[in-house]
């Protein structure tokens, strides 16, 4: 990949700290052995990881959104150690929106309150000193948006984020439906709005140089 003019390396990866050790240690190893590649062919590496219920149960469940932020930050307290070499960590938020009451998004049954949901953020940021950022695991526009907007909210310095259906995701069905004309329609009016949205919201990360102790790029050479 990087003969090929890659400018970084991006895995993902389904973990949970929950899981069987022999399981989990065959994923430490595989992406311990990433990162030396990585390493030793100086290109970045991203890693995204994405939770699931070890005992099977459904990960849309109210009893898998209790479990979600020990999960989220889990895997940042894992993967942020130093023998991985991951550069960016591209994480899920550290709880469902569906059921954090007093949101816009919440559906009824509740795992947290609005002041849970917060310190959850803030804790999963203290799991690691890597750059994160979020990704927004095929949720809504508006869903990912008050999402950002929680995270800003409760304070946690993320780094961005680094998304693709929640800006596309809706175009697919009038695509399907109405052909490629009226889908570019929309990637160009509703499409750019998402994107729009999004960069609105981004305005409360941080960059990730500050993780290093510096306040400019200039500074670190």
Request: proline share 4%; charged share 25%.
């Amino acid at each position: 990949m990087r003969k090929a003019g890659a400018d970084c390396i991006k895995i993902l990866l389904y973990y949970t700290p929950f899981e069987k050790t022999p399981v989990n240690d065959l994923k430490h190893a595989w992406i311990e052995r990433i990162g030396d590649e990585c390493l030793a062919h100086d290109i970045p590496f991203f890693l995204e990881t994405v939770g699931y219920n070890a005992d099977g149960d459904d990960e849309k469940s109210v009893a898998y959104a209790k479990k979600k932020p020990e999960v989220v930050s889990g895997s940042m307290a894992e993967f942020g150690k130093e023998r991985y070499n991951v550069d960016v960590l591209k994480v899920e938020v550290p709880v469902e929106m569906a059921f954090v009451e007093g949101t816009k998004s919440f559906k009824g049954e509740k795992a947290y309150t609005r002041a849970e949901a917060l310190q959850h953020f803030r804790d999963a940021e203290t799991m690691t000193h890597k750059p994160f950022i979020y990704l927004s695991a095929g949720v809504s526009n508006p869903v990912f948006i008050e999402t950002l907007e929680l995270a800003g909210e409760s304070g946690t310095k993320f780094n961005g984020v680094l998304c693709g259906r929640a800006t596309w995701k809706e175009g697919i069905p009038i695509f399907a439906k109405q052909g490629t004309k009226a889908f570019r329609d929309w990637l160009e009016t509703t499409g750019v709005e998402n994107i729009n949205n999004v960069n609105q919201a981004l305005k409360a990360a941080s960059p990730w140089y500050l993780k290093f102790g510096v306040n400019s790029l200039e500074a670190l050479g």
